[in-house]
């Protein structure tokens, strides 16, 4: 009887080790050259989707709740600088970031539940330009964030504009005033909604099918239009002084007023800053305190786990500040042009001075000029390919995954982690 009893524990054991290739809800374990197995329920993934024109990142939350932030890209080449379309030219890039979410998309979630725009620049939001493609409504032209809803349809945008689009001056490009009429056409005839960012709060994105299931997850408001989070409750204070206290050349510019935002899962977080910088771009010397909103941001953000760089790793952003305040353990450098990541912003990121202990830097996209011109750029974990985030129910670890950027085939290009959430 004992021996029978023990043959049973034995083949249970052998079963287990067995369905070991396989997760808790049924799912295919991650392997290197498999297509990247679905989101299931409990787990945060945070994928930076990589076309080489531009960022887009889009998360799945752990209840299902789906974020997409910006919806890349630039449509215009910009020899000798930009970097070529992925997986290929036949698409805007708009369109492959849309045919991206829908292959990733949650059974459960048909829709992008909020889509946030961190500034007005068309690498995040989709240049428009005279002959761009028109809606089938005739309403708007199509590219990055108005191209999403012909494949995705999207719930709620929220903007750092909305409703006026004035600040610090009125916003007139083609690319934002097309923006808004594609607003007010969705606004009356798909029932979106849109909102201003709210910087200090913790409760614009709030989980919408199962919260009460995840109670430390958060995501905190750290700043819009120079506008930062105290760190208490959810009061802000303005960097910028009075618009009309300036000159017109001393204004901020739109990188400066992207938003920003932690993303946390138990003790997991995950910043994420548009292109906020800490050195003048124009100028290139270091601007008055009140322009180095990407610092003061930083003070309250605090240490994370994982941080999506600023300004796409450009040489006048991820300054000193940032970096010691945030002290990541993962870098994503979402990258569109020569020069992501910069030769002093990369040895900034790899620098032990600024902060101790082990980094792992993934690059979406090095271009071969930046190969030779990043000194040390050999030493990141990966220079091509989407970078996706997986946070384990709980938040208690995270992995990283590399997926293959030539194709639509998910494949796996390379698996780092586990690492434990600090
Ligand atoms: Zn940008």
């Known amino acids: 009887m004992k021996t029978k009893l023990l043959q049973l524990v034995l083949l249970a054991f052998v079963a287990m080790c067995i369905g070991g290739a396989r997760t808790q809800a049924g799912e295919a374990a991650p392997e290197v050259g498999k297509p990247f197995p679905a989101w299931s329920k409990g787990e945060l993934?945070?994928?930076?989707i990589n076309t080489g024109r531009g960022d887009a990142q889009f998360m799945i939350l752990p209840d299902g709740t789906t974020l997409m932030e910006d919806a890349s890209g630039k449509t215009v080449e910009e020899p000798p600088f930009s970097l070529p379309t992925k997986p290929d030219a036949s698409?805007?890039?708009?369109?492959?970031?849309?045919?991206?979410?829908?292959?990733?998309?949650?059974?459960?979630?048909?829709?992008?539940?909020?889509?946030?725009?961190?500034?007005?620049?068309?690498?995040?939001?989709?240049?428009?330009?005279?002959?761009?493609?028109?809606?089938?409504?005739?309403?708007?032209?199509?590219?990055?964030?108005?191209?999403?809803?012909?494949?995705?349809?999207?719930?709620?945008?929220?903007?750092?504009?909305?409703?006026?689009?004035?600040?610090?001056?009125?916003?007139?490009?083609?690319?934002?005033?097309?923006?808004?009429?594609?607003?007010?056409?969705?606004i009356r005839n798909r029932g979106l909604q849109v909102e201003q960012f709210q910087p200090g709060h913790n409760d614009q994105f709030a989980l919408l099918h199962d919260p009460k299931s995840y109670p430390t997850f958060e995501i905190r408001n750290l700043a819009a239009n120079g506008v930062v989070w105290t760190g208490f409750g959810s009061s802000a204070h303005g960097m910028v002084p009075p618009i009309a206290s300036l000159s017109r050349e001393d204004y901020p510019i739109e990188n400066n007023l992207s938003v920003a935002f932690r993303v946390s899962y138990g003790k997991f977080d995950y910043y994420s800053g548009g292109d906020l910088s800490s050195n003048d771009e124009e100028t290139a010397f270091r601007p008055p305190l009140w322009k180095d909103i990407e610092a003061a941001v930083s003070q309250v953000c605090g240490p994370v786990d994982v941080m999506k760089a600023d300004h796409h790793g450009s040489w006048d952003a991820n300054g000193i500040s940032l970096l010691a305040n945030l002290r990541p353990r993962v870098i994503v450098v979402d990258a569109r042009a020569q020069g992501h990541p910069a030769v002093n912003t990369y040895e900034r990121m790899s620098s032990k001075k600024i902060w101790p202990g082990e980094r792992d830097i993934f690059?979406?996209?090095?271009?071969?000029?930046?190969?030779?011109?990043?000194?040390?750029?050999?030493?990141a974990k990966s220079t091509q390919g989407h970078v996706v985030i997986r946070v384990a129910p709980g938040g208690g670890s995270y992995r990283v995954f590399v997926l293959e950027d030539d194709d639509e085939e998910m494949r796996v290009k390379a698996i780092f982690g586990p690492y434990e959430s600090r």
């Open 45 to 48: 993934d945070i994928h930076h």
């Open 91 to 186: 698409r805007p890039p708009g369109e492959w970031v849309a045919r991206y979410i829908q292959r990733v998309l949650p059974k459960s979630a048909r829709k992008i539940d909020y889509a946030v725009l961190s500034h007005f620049h068309g690498d995040h939001m989709g240049t428009i330009v005279k002959d761009s493609p028109w809606a089938p409504s005739g309403a708007y032209q199509l590219s990055g964030i108005t191209l999403i809803p012909e494949f995705v349809s999207i719930a709620r945008i929220v903007d750092r504009g909305w409703p006026d689009y004035d600040y610090p001056a009125p916003v007139t490009s083609l690319t934002v005033r097309n923006y808004r009429k594609f607003l007010d056409w969705q």
């Open 363 to 379: 690059v979406t996209n090095v271009s071969p000029a930046t190969a030779k011109t990043t000194y040390g750029i050999e030493n």
